[in-house]
């Protein structure tokens, strides 16, 4: 008797959670409360860039390991060079395309913050306007930055080794990180 | 418990074939409300069959005989660990264990598949459904566990003595885990070409569950291995029985198609020949239930004969129809991103590596139907036994150990002739001192000389692929050799971990070669008589019989053989074998009284085993003379036995590695979005 | 009631290693020295002879002998145990068919026979099941070297079809172009970005 009473019990429980959805209308977008940040790992990633960059990492392992010829190495490099730098310009035109199209205020100020087209206080950091020369908050001159990935790209002056953004010295050989402008190594 | 074990099953069936449906056509239409609910149609199914298999679980502790089930495969007397693991030990209860196992197995991926991947799950949720649905109906209406008798016999017939052995109670799980985790894979697969999603998505998305399948399927095996070693007695762990092959056949596919995969995820190439491969497995695993179960081929592992049988080879007839139906229909969308840029280069090492792998594969699977190819043909039965699956597949065994060693020395994309020579330098040299070293020392056997020389081989690459990319790092980033090390193997886990599974793989090659020097003496000793005899190691054995005593145990009547070995002089110790008489009790009184005890199987032989690196000793205690104390043994000396559990551990190790969480990117992230990695955010968003 | 089993069950798990060690303690002491080796004396009567299975013969010569074992495992024991005579009667030791196999291999050899005589006086009596491998002739040959076959002609395939698209892609491939510097720092930093 018990026994029967459970059952009928799972078979309520069962069915019901199965036909819930269709009874209660899902929002969409709703159905999958998934945490909001997740993680992936870059091998998975399917960004042609970063499968482009991944596979120029590994072109210049397998030369160190002695895997490839300098000639085979050339040619690998330049093409490998050339599908990453055409992933990395479409991926910068699919990103103002989707914010244009987006509509969300919020978003187009982060993109441009991030591109570097905004202008920028040296009291209260970037600025929403467009185009200019002053603060609208306190009135200070407003400087215009460089394009991000000018501004990272920083070098060793001893060994030419590629810097982090943030190092003070260089994780190649140690040497103190000068006062050099960006880029102009090599 | 069994009316609510009964209802479990029904209320799967409803919801298994509610699950199939909305499930594909919730993902054909993209409906929101029939996608929930086919998600939820999958953790539903997993807790109905969860009560369902509680209800007989709790029919085989409580002892109710009634249930044919429960009699036909324990006893009163059998110890709890034995009677748990009836509940896979018999045929209905097996095709139970697969559909709950299933279930869960789905609605894991339900759950823990990521958001990105949300294109594919309502079609995940229908195979899966469906795969469950299936072995469900079998449950149901062809092997019933609940299904009861008209009347109560005292006692149960007790579970077959061969199968009372700790590895029987994780063997057979870990196997099943194997074969039924491939389904997930499948299943994605399946549903990438439903939805047209045909980018690397689906495969990023089931690389976790591959290798867990695939190292659940290698753990199954070695178990195996292990219990037929310990428990069967003829002293070796590998017979190539059909079901041993069924096991190996979808782990030889499953391991080509982690190969493969790689390059279709680096390059975008051999997209058919991965869905084709993934398939395979899938219909292998089946297969392999299927050949058990269906007593189509004789097998110490069958199953009673069955209409069981039928049911699966339905199932994989309309299995392959519909996969070459859906592989037909999207071939157009299959071609590949690119092409090969050179012959010399990893991936035509791997193309070459699925065609041996998946050739071995063939071959197994040929001989394994042979009989039954040959009866359809000539109508004459012929055996195919372990002479010819060695004959046969040595050789494709020795070439995949090649290219063990040959793959990890060429260059992804492309190699030329001048670098080849400096990766192969050092290890070509290793293996041919190897094998000149043995051949000096006498070693007459060819396949033996040419498998270690290999094996010294592949190391030397594995070695030398640590020792130069250690090297590497330092020389680039400047690193100290340890830091160069861990962040070596950190941040290319697969490649290294896939190196110490390699590593693995050759300890078994190793250890499989031991066998071709095993020696055998059988001798009738008296008490106090000594047998002596040679180990190709080259030490003397002395095995002195001792004597034999007989006791009872709970339910089993024992004569325990004592045999003292000495090695070269030397006293090593007392081994024991024993003779195992089980008996049922026709009452339910304890301890049972003589009169009332019922032999339930024939007597059992409990081999004694002594391992060491080098060789194991192993005896068996065949019987005695005329009723008197005077025995009969057989002594094997097995050389390299330990390597084999070994390889197996170090092949867990590996495939922990690579599955241990590597770098991470941050993709869908609401809050910040100045990172680097913007526009990987905004890309998702637009999916 | 059940509780009671459980517990049953838990002891029974507990002593079975326990009454297994006592029991190693009263294995005679007194019979581990060395053996005569002329007369054999009958050994002991068994307390219960019937717990050891089957009655076993003496072993002789013929037994380890290694033209016997040899034949033996080729030929399969007819019992549907799937193993070979060998293998079948020094492990399976309810089986009365492979002794059986065993004396009438021992017989035939005894009469003078060659190995091929012997293997085939068995087919002749059991049909080609009895040989653990089939013969290689006919329609078996296929059994052999289908596989091995397939894996070379693929393999062969392969390396061709591999040989005529080199041609094809060497002829495609563009010399490298030079970066410009810019596009050159863009990658660096890409790069330098994806070091975590």
């Known amino acids: ?186 | 418990m069994t009316t609510l074990g009964q209802l479990g099953l029904w209320l799967a069936l409803l919801i298994g074939a509610w699950g199939t449906f909305v499930g594909f056509y919730g993902g054909y239409t993209g409906r929101p409300e029939l996608i929930a609910s086919a998600r939820r149609a999958t953790y539903a199914l997993c807790g109905v069959l969860v009560v369902a298999s509680i209800g007989l679980l709790v029919a085989l502790l409580k002892h109710d005989f009634n249930v044919a089930y429960v009699a036909n495969y324990t006893s009163r007397d059998l110890p709890t660990v034995y009677v748990l693991s009836a509940f896979y030990g018999g045929q209905s209860g097996s095709l139970l264990f697969w559909a709950v196992v299933l279930s869960l197995f789905g609605a894991l991926a339900q759950w823990l598949t990521s958001r990105k991947y949300d294109h594919l799950l309502p079609h995940v949720a229908g195979v899966t459904c469906a795969v469950t649905l299936f072995f469900v109906i079998v449950t149901l209406f062809a092997a019933n566990p609940f299904e009861r008798l008209p009347f109560t016999p005292a006692d149960g017939s007790g579970l077959n003595p061969q199968l009372q052995n700790p590895g029987m109670v994780i063997h057979p799980p870990m196997l099943y885990l194997g074969f039924i985790s491939i389904t997930i894979p499948f299943a994605f697969g399946v549903a990438a070409l439903l939805s047209r999603r045909l980018d690397t998505g689906w495969l990023h998305a089931i690389r976790k569950w591959t290798i867990v399948s695939w190292l659940f399927l290698a753990i199954g095996i070695t178990l195996g291995m292990w219990w037929a070693y310990v428990e069967l007695g003829w002293g070796g762990y590998w017979a190539w029985d059909p079901v041993e092959n069924a096991s190996f056949l979808p782990w030889l596919t499953m391991t080509a198609f982690l190969h493969s995969v790689m390059i279709q995820e680096k390059r975008g190439m051999l997209k058919k020949w991965n869905m084709v491969l993934i398939t395979l497995s899938f219909l292998l695993s089946i297969f392999g239930t299927f050949i058990t179960r269906s007593g189509i081929i004789s097998s110490v592992h069958s199953f009673a004969q069955s209409a069981v049988g039928y049911y699966f080879l339905g199932f994989l007839i309309f299995i392959i129809l519909a996969m070459a139906v859906l592989l037909w229909l999207r071939l157009p969308m299959l071609e590949s991103d690119a092409h090969l840029e050179s012959m010399v280069s990893r991936e035509a090492s791997f193309l070459f590596n699925n065609l041996i792998l998946v050739g071995i594969a063939f071959s197994v699977l040929w001989g394994t139907m042979f009989p039954v190819i040959s009866e359809i043909v000539r109508g004459t039965q012929v055996t195919v036994g372990p002479p010819f699956f060695n004959q046969v597949n040595i050789p494709l065994g020795l070439l995949l150990l090649a290219l063990t060693g040959i793959g990890p020395l060429i260059a992804w994309r492309k190699a030329s002739v001048k670098n080849l020579r400096r990766q192969f330098a050092v290890p070509v040299v290793s293996g041919g001192i190897a094998a000149a070293i043995l051949t000096a020392l006498g070693m007459g056997n060819f396949y033996a000389i040419t498998t270690v020389s290999l094996a010294v081989f592949v190391v030397g690459t594995i070695l030398q692929e640590f020792v130069r990319g250690v090297g590497a790092r330092h020389r680039l980033h400047g690193e100290g050799y340890l830091q160069a090390f861990a962040r070596l193997v950190g941040r290319n886990r697969r490649r290294y971990g896939g190196y110490v599974v390699h590593l693995g793989i050759v300890i078994y090659f190793l250890a499989f070669t031991g066998q071709a020097f095993r020696v055998d003496l059988e001798a009738s000793l008296n008490p106090g008589e000594t047998a002596e005899m040679q180990s190709p190691w080259g030490h003397t054995y002395a095995f002195t019989h001792i004597g034999v005593s007989q006791y009872d145990e709970l339910n089993r009547l024992v004569s325990a053989a004592s045999v003292e070995v000495a090695r070269d002089g030397e006293r090593m110790g007392i081994m024991k074998s024993e003779k195992r008489q089980h008996f049922i009790c026709s009452a339910p009184i304890r301890p049972c009284p003589r009169q009332l005890r019922k032999p339930s199987f024939e007597p059992s032989t409990e081999a004694g085993i002594r391992s060491d690196l080098r060789e194991d000793i192993y005896i068996v205690f065949a019987g005695v003379v005329e009723g008197t104390e005077e025995a009969v043994y057989r002594f094997t000396l097995n050389p390299m036995v330990w390597w084999v559990w070994f390889g197996g551990f170090v092949l867990v190790v590996g495939g922990v590695v690579t599955l241990w969480p590597g770098t991470t990117i941050r993709t869908v992230g609401e809050g910040d979005t100045q990172g680097g990695y913007a526009a990987q955010l905004l890309e998702s968003k637009s999916a | 009631m059940h509780r009671r089993d459980v517990l049953a069950h838990l002891t029974a798990v507990a002593v079975i290693p326990l009454a297994g060690l006592v029991r190693a303690q009263e294995v005679p002491a007194g019979g581990a020295q060395e053996g005569a080796t002329g007369d054999r004396v009958a050994a002991p009567e068994l307390y219960d002879p019937f717990r050891v299975g089957r009655p076993r013969d003496r072993v002789t010569d013929y037994e380890n002998d290694p033209f016997i074992v040899g034949l033996e495992s080729r030929l399969r024991c007819t019992c549907g145990c799937n193993l070979d005579v060998y293998t079948c009667r020094t492990t399976d030791f309810t089986c009365g068919t492979s002794p059986a196999m065993h004396r009438q291999v021992v017989e035939m050899v005894e009469s003078g026979k060659t190995a091929q005589e012997v293997l085939d006086a068995f087919v002749a009596q059991h049909g080609e099941m009895v040989l653990m491998a089939p013969k290689k002739e006919g329609f078996n040959l296929l059994a052999y070297f289908l596989p091995g076959t397939a894996v070379v002609g693929v393999g062969a395939l392969l390396v061709w079809a591999l040989a005529k698209r080199r041609g094809r892609v060497a002829a495609a491939t563009v010399a490298g172009d030079t970066l410009s510097s810019e596009d050159r720092a863009t990658l660096e930093a890409e790069l330098s970005n994806l070091e975590l």
Do not use: W
Not at chain 1, 16 to 30: D, S
Not at chain 1, 60 to 66: L, P, V, Y
Not at chain 1, 159 to 185: E, Y
């Open chain 1, 1 to 186: 008797m018990l026994e029967l009473i459970a059952g009928v019990l799972v078979a309520f429980v069962a069915v019901g959670a199965v036909v819930q959805p269709l009874l209660v209308p899902v929002r969409a977008g709703k159905q999958t409360a998934k945490p909001e940040i997740e993680f992936e790992e870059l091998e998975e990633s399917a960004s042609p860039k970063i499968q482009a960059l991944l596979a120029l990492k590994e072109i210049e392992f397998d030369r160190a390991t002695g895997k490839l010829s300098d000639e085979d190495y050339a040619e690998l490099k330049a093409k490998y060079s050339k599908a990453a730098l055409d992933a990395i310009r479409a991926e910068e035109a699919a990103t103002s395309a989707v914010t244009t199209n987006a509509g969300d205020a919020a978003e187009e100020l982060v993109r441009l913050a991030a591109s570097g087209a905004l202008a920028v206080c040296p009291q209260c950091g970037p600025r929403p306007e467009t185009g200019a020369a002053f603060c609208s908050d306190c009135g200070r001159p407003l400087t215009k930055p460089e394009p991000a990935a000018k501004a990272k790209a920083r070098y060793c002056e001893a060994c030419g080794n590629s810097l982090s953004p943030n190092a003070k010295f260089c994780d190649s050989c140690g040497v103190k990180v000068g006062a050099q402008p960006a880029g102009s190594v090599r």
